[in-house]
């Protein structure tokens, strides 16, 4: 039987319907010659041929309703009806960090090029490079004074030490002002470090190098460098790659304008997404078109707010308050990634009424009666992981090696560690020895709450909280 059967669509072959016209022709026309090389055969071939054809798109037809069967725009639609839509293509975005002349302004076409490729990105903003909004600032302790008070406001937040009693030096006081920033680092949004072999010059970052921040120190304290972050993007789409540091070549030069770089890792882009990449997304979300369950709250944010990397989503069923601090009856969903107003207006949309929203963010949006609601969900804490690798490797090991260990252990980081997964030392082996050469490998790794380099590293898992998300960048991997 051909056609829609109750076991699904049964196409009809060439050869049997070649065959079957045959049959038809001998039925009604007996003595017709269907030899091979009779024209008559040659006019049952053209007919046969055609309504293959047909039968070959009702099959296509058929295929078209169903997610793994259905190719190109027909699987667009299918998962429409999921509200999956396939991901376009994109372009690779990078912080670049500009030094020059205070005051020097820096035009949205302004480009640099990524060091020894033809790889540019052009910035998306114009900005003024200014110490005023700065993502890293070298200071000098320029006076020494001993029972001294030194200040730094740092995003209006006033910084003191007091030098204390004699005999006091410029790497005394530097060291001192560091230590108190690190103190305050969550308030302050920055980091503080000084070299190796202390020289009395203070290093402040950003904690997130793509935000700027403003640091006024007192008379006593010289600025010697500064950094202000331009936003860029790839002029090319596509998973284009660029590692923090190689995009430090000018190519629309601008007087007062020294240097640019990146500090940290480009955020890659991507190519359109594939019928097998969308068919295992759909199949991973398929509870995206739902509401209100923890799974589909945690669907529809990754899905449909741009910019959201990682997101999970816990619930308090009880009457009482959890070990978490959640009150009763209510949802928190911790979000990587995405803008705050975006997250907050989907979270509306999909989250049950009259169940609470539980986290540190809270965000004021308006219903369609106009009516405010505050909507609260976490961001989780960021850690730092550093990574110090020792490799011994044999003459196969090539040129690049290193580089890419380093996109094999980025790979993989963003794969299996997301908000509240361990760090697991062993995981890092499989991309290293997939690297041709290498013989021998030690990894040892690091935990920071902020961008300070840690001061020891570990052989053995770290654990990252319910409420953390661990976060890799090339920047914080090194080879002994």
């Known amino acids: 039987m051909y056609g829609l059967t109750k076991y699904g669509f049964v196409m009809k072959r060439g050869d049997v319907i070649l065959q079957e016209i045959k049959d038809i022709l001998r039925a009604k026309f007996p003595n017709i010659d269907l030899s091979d090389d009779s024209v008559n055969l040659d006019f049952v071939g053209i007919f046969a041929e055609e309504l293959a054809a047909m039968w070959e798109v009702a099959n296509g037809t058929y295929n078209s309703q ?12 299918v998962c429409e009806i999921n509200a999956i839509t396939r991901l376009g293509e994109t372009a690779s975005k990078a912080v670049l960090s500009a030094k020059g002349t205070e005051g020097i302004i820096i035009p949205d076409t302004f480009i640099a090029q990524k060091e020894g490729t033809n790889i540019q990105f052009r910035a998306t903003e114009s900005i003024t490079i200014t110490k005023d909004l700065t993502n890293k600032m070298i200071l000098e302790v320029t006076t020494v004074l001993a029972e001294t008070d030194y200040v730094i406001v740092i995003n209006e937040h006033t910084v003191t030490i007091n ?3 004699a005999p ?3 790497e005394s006081i530097s060291i001192q002002m560091r230590d108190e920033i690190n103190a305050l680092t969550d308030l302050l949004k920055v980091s503080a470090e000084i070299p190796t072999i202390p020289d009395g010059t203070l290093t402040i970052l950003s904690n997130d190098l793509d935000v700027s921040f403003i640091a006024v120190p007192d008379v006593k ?3 010697n460098d500064f950094w202000t972050p331009i936003h860029t993007e790839c002029t090319e789409v596509g998973a284009i790659a660029a590692s923090s540091g190689t995009i430090n070549e000018i190519i629309t030069p601008i007087v007062g304008l020294d240097s640019v770089i990146n500090f940290l890792d480009a955020e890659e882009g991507r190519e359109i997404e594939t019928d097998t990449e969308l068919r295992q997304r759909r199949y991973e979300n398929v509870r995206v078109i739902g509401a209100a369950t923890v799974e589909a709250i945690r669907a529809r944010l990754l899905n449909e707010v741009a910019g959201v990397e990682q997101c999970k989503v816990y619930e308090n069923e009880e009457d009482f308050t959890d070990p978490q601090g959640r009150p009763p009856h209510s949802v928190e969903a911790l979000v990587l990634g995405g803008d705050d107003q975006d997250i907050a207006e989907k979270y509306w949309l999909v989250k049950a009424g009259g169940i609470k929203t539980f986290g540190s963010t809270p965000i004021v949006i308006y219903d369609s009666m106009d009516n405010p609601h505050t909507i609260n969900f976490s961001r989780p804490v960021k850690v730092y992981i550093w990574l110090r690798l020792t490799l011994t490797t044999d003459g196969s090991f090539p040129p690049n090696g290193e580089q890419q260990v380093t996109n094999g252990i980025l790979e993989m980081a963003a794969q299996d560690f997301g908000i509240s997964d361990d760090v697991l030392i062993q995981k890092f082996y499989c991309p290293i020895y997939q690297v041709q050469g290498v013989t021998s490998a030690l990894v ?7 961008l300070t ?3 020891a590293y570990v052989q053995t898992n770290i654990t990252i909280d319910e409420r953390e998300a661990s976060v890799f960048d090339s920047s914080r991997i090194t080879y002994l």
């Not at 069967?69 to 639609?77: F, I, K, M, V, Y």
């Open 163 to 165: 030098s204390g009693l």
């Open 444 to 450: 040892e790794i690091a935990a920071t709450y902020d």
């Open 66 to 77: 169903y997610p793994q069967s259905a190719e190109g725009q027909p699987l667009d639609n």
């Open 453 to 455: 380099p840690p001061g």
């Open 168 to 170: 006091v030096t410029k």
């Open 221 to 223: 304290f010289t600025i």
